[in-house]
């Protein structure tokens, strides 16, 4: 940790590169490879693809800037960071608000751990395939058996609060740092193999031939959710992860770095899970239902992976091993940045210890998840959804709110000329400060109005 640079003793993320990969560690993970191709294969696919681009850059990237700059003025948790901005009479709100944001990144790794605990299965069920116990490995890879559930999802938490317990920089940033750009190597060689396979070309044309007919209040809104899930927008993450960054680097920059690195990272998994869901049809697996719906949509990634794989013969073990190894990580780096905003905030506002704060949140966050993989039907859906496609959009407005309305205007120049400072001359100064303000919450209003119709 890097101390010695702010007066009081918090940690910093080492380098602007050592951030962006951090950052984008917290972004990248199964919101790209399962939230993603999930929602575009049952949303009609390129018509998808294009609303989704067109979140992110409308509102995803803009709320993204809000949130980092809450986080790196004041250099605190978030509960200290947004009533940092605001003037006396705002403070208990924005208190609250941070209070509502740290309960939501607990929500989401609630689920998320689940989730990732499959993959958990995926990457160890190999190993014990070649040892020759059959009966374990099929029962890793068994997504509705609870007890393997709930022992993979307990794994992956374990992983999770040991590496939170440590800190920022060190647990954080050495991770993030190695694993991109591995994982996109990876990627690409699957993508140039599930291509040559027959059935492919379907998945392709779906995934990039757009049928605008798709295009409804309910798939807006989806596309909405999911980008702000995908950015780890509204949840605080990206407010702590603000205040670990050095004035030195700019928010405006460091911010697209974030989210091109997020959407290219989701844009590749989508090449590759597409065409493999319909690779995995024309060898049998059944992915649509009679009515030429998708079967059980949150599980369909874990059941058209494992099937692509299977094609591969004997290197298919092998593949699936790396494969699931790096997808684990790339859920780490997410879930650290979760739970990193219940740790820091309570230990911060607490005084208590952060190994112990870790462990206590963990252990609580641990026991939802197991009432979540207890009732899976209906809590794991009522989870995302609240927490996806409710309270991060929500949230995430009226950080934009506070920063737009409420944060005197002189100190948010300031502080976002901290490591870019021709801002104020720039194109970005001139449309930001009141896109965040008007247009933003009118175009969250219209995606929300359009929905309900
Ligand atoms: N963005 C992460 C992913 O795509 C999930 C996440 C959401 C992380 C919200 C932090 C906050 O997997």
Same mark, same amino acid.
């Given at each position: 940790?890097?101390?010695?640079?702010?007066?009081?003793?918090?940690?910093?993320?080492?380098?602007?590169?050592?951030?962006?990969?951090?950052?984008?560690?917290?972004?990248?993970?199964?919101?790209?490879?399962?939230?993603?191709?999930?929602?575009?294969?049952?949303?009609?696919?390129?018509?998808?693809?294009?609303?989704?681009?067109?979140?992110?850059?409308?509102?995803?990237?803009? @709320?993204?800037?809000?949130? /980092? *700059?809450?986080?790196?003025?004041?250099? +605190?948790?978030?509960?200290? !960071?947004?009533? $940092? #901005?605001?003037?006396?009479?705002?403070? @208990?709100?924005?208190?609250? /608000? *941070?209070?509502?944001?740290?309960?939501? +990144?607990?929500?989401?790794? !609630?689920?998320? $751990? #689940?989730?990732?605990?499959?993959?958990?299965?995926?990457?160890?069920?190999?190993?014990?395939?070649?040892?020759?116990?059959?009966?374990?490995?099929?029962?890793?890879?068994?997504?509705?058996?609870?007890?393997?559930?709930?022992?993979?999802?307990?794994?992956?938490?374990?992983?999770?609060?040991?590496?939170?317990?440590?800190?920022?920089?060190?647990?954080?940033?050495?991770?993030?740092?190695?694993?991109?750009?591995?994982?996109?190597?990876?990627?690409?060689?699957?993508?140039?193999?599930?291509?040559?396979?027959?059935?492919?070309?379907?998945?392709?044309?779906?995934?990039?031939?757009?049928?605008?007919?798709?295009?409804?209040?309910?798939?807006?809104?989806?596309?909405?959710?999911?980008?702000?899930?995908?950015?780890?927008?509204?949840?605080?993450?990206?407010?702590?992860?603000?205040?670990?960054?050095?004035?030195?680097?700019?928010?405006?920059?460091?911010?697209?770095?974030?989210?091109?690195?997020?959407?290219?990272?989701?844009?590749?998994?989508?090449?590759?899970?597409?065409?493999?869901?319909?690779?995995?049809?024309?060898?049998?697996?059944?992915?649509?239902?009679?009515?030429?719906?998708?079967?059980?949509?949150?599980?369909?990634?874990?059941?058209?992976?494992?099937?692509?794989?299977?094609?591969?013969?004997?290197?298919?073990?092998?593949?699936?091993?790396?494969?699931?190894?790096?997808?684990?990580?790339?859920?780490?780096?997410?879930?650290?940045?979760?739970?990193?905003?219940?740790?820091?905030?309570?230990?911060?506002?607490?005084?208590?210890?952060?190994?112990?704060?870790?462990?206590?949140?963990?252990?609580?966050?641990?026991?939802?998840?197991?009432?979540?993989?207890?009732?899976?039907?209906?809590?794991?859906?009522?989870?995302?959804?609240?927490?996806?496609?409710?309270?991060?959009?929500?949230?995430?407005?009226?950080?934009?709110?506070?920063?737009?309305?409420?944060?005197?205007?002189?100190?948010?120049?300031?502080?976002?000329?901290?490591?870019?400072?021709?801002?104020?001359?720039?194109?970005?100064?001139?449309?930001?400060?009141?896109?965040?303000?008007?247009?933003?919450?009118?175009?969250?209003?219209?995606?929300?109005?359009?929905?309900?119709?």
């Amino acid at each position: 940790m890097t101390n010695s640079t702010t007066a009081k003793p918090r940690a910093q993320f080492s380098s602007k590169l050592g951030f962006v990969l951090a950052a984008a560690g917290s972004a990248v993970g199964l919101g790209n490879i399962w939230g993603f191709p999930t929602q575009t294969a049952t949303n009609g696919g390129a018509a998808f693809l294009l609303v989704y681009l067109l979140m992110v850059v409308i509102l995803g990237y803009p @709320l993204l800037v809000a949130e /980092l *700059a809450i986080g790196r003025y004041s250099q +605190a948790n978030p509960v200290k !960071s947004a009533s $940092a #901005i605001v003037p006396a009479a705002f403070r @208990l709100p924005a208190r609250g /608000l *941070a209070f509502v944001g740290l309960l939501t +990144a607990s929500a989401i790794l !609630s689920f998320y $751990a #689940i989730l990732a605990g499959w993959l958990v299965g995926f990457f160890a069920s190999p190993v014990f395939e070649l040892l020759g116990m059959t009966a374990t490995s099929e029962w890793l890879e068994s997504t509705s058996s609870t007890s393997s559930s709930f022992v993979t999802m307990a794994l992956f938490m374990g992983a999770t609060i040991y590496i939170v317990k440590n800190g920022v920089s060190e647990g954080i940033e050495c991770w993030s740092t190695r694993l991109m750009p591995l994982l996109v190597v990876l990627f690409l060689v699957l993508i140039g193999y599930i291509l040559t396979q027959d059935g492919a070309k379907d998945g392709l044309i779906m995934y990039l031939k757009p049928d605008f007919s798709h295009i409804s209040g309910d798939m807006i809104h989806n596309a909405m959710g999911q980008a702000f899930f995908s950015l780890s927008i509204g949840a605080c993450t990206m407010m702590v992860y603000g205040s670990y960054l050095k004035k030195d680097a700019s928010l405006p920059k460091t911010a697209a770095q974030v989210a091109m690195i997020d959407t290219g990272i989701a844009f590749i998994a989508g090449l590759l899970i597409l065409p493999a869901m319909f690779v995995a049809q024309n060898n049998g697996v059944a992915i649509y239902d009679d009515n030429g719906s998708l079967l059980q949509s949150g599980g369909l990634v874990f059941s058209v992976l494992p099937a692509m794989f299977g094609t591969m013969g004997g290197m298919g073990l092998a593949v699936a091993f790396v494969f699931f190894a790096l997808m684990v990580i790339a859920a780490l780096t997410s879930s650290i940045s979760l739970l990193e905003v219940p740790v820091s905030t309570v230990s911060e506002e607490f005084g208590l210890e952060r190994k112990k704060t870790a462990w206590l949140i963990g252990g609580l966050i641990t026991a939802f998840s197991s009432l979540i993989v207890l009732n899976q039907d209906p809590l794991f859906d009522i989870v995302v959804v609240a927490s996806t496609e409710y309270a991060q959009p929500i949230l995430g407005l009226l950080f934009a709110l506070l920063v737009g309305w409420v944060w005197r205007r002189d100190k948010l120049l300031n502080e976002l000329k901290q490591g870019h400072p021709e801002l104020e001359t720039g194109w970005f100064w001139k449309i930001w400060p009141w896109y965040v303000r008007v247009v933003c919450p009118l175009l969250m209003l219209f995606v929300f109005v359009k929905s309900l119709l």
